[in-house]
């Protein structure tokens, strides 16, 4: 299940990609657009200020705006910094691989072999897909209401 953090963090790259070319947004206007509390908001955007995606201003006219194209900024880097693993089990992850205490043999496993394909699925859909291409879903699903 996708987390709170990541899903947060998720709208509120989808809001500043929207505002891409415009002043920067403030904390407390992303956070009542998209009704996210504005504490955990804070926490979530500096995540992302230190991952490289985000770039602050202080003072009159400060906030927050993309530091990268949202074509640039995709769903596995999102939950990787806000979640850590992408695998729903230790022994499946790429980046956080740890061996599972109860298993006699990794090579032999059904489920691990299992995950690692639910794993490889997941990675192949969320390192495709981009902010942008969330933002291109909203307009056509829009569109078609």
């Known amino acids: 299940m996708l987390s709170k953090k990541t899903k947060y963090a998720i709208k509120a790259l989808v809001s500043l990609g929207k505002n891409v070319g415009k002043p920067p ?6 956070a009542e657009d ?4 504005k504490k955990f908001l804070e926490q979530i955007l500096l995540d992302l200020r230190n991952a490289g995606f ?3 201003k202080k003072g009159a006219g400060g906030g927050y705006n993309l530091n ?3 074509k640039e900024i995709f769903l596995v880097q999102v939950m990787r910094i806000t979640d850590g693993p992408i695998a729903m089990v230790p022994c499946a992850s790429i980046n956080f691989y740890h061996k599972c205490e109860e298993c006699k043999a990794e090579t032999t496993c059904g489920i691990r072999s299992v995950f690692i394909d639910v794993r490889d699925a997941s990675l192949k859909i969320l390192s495709e897909t981009s902010i942008a291409d969330i933002i291109d879903r909203e307009i056509g699903l829009i569109a078609h209401e």
């Open 34 to 37: 998209e009704k996210i509390p």
């Open 25 to 30: 947004i403030q904390i407390s206007k992303i």
């Open 54 to 56: 985000l770039y602050s």
């Open 68 to 70: 990268k194209d949202p």
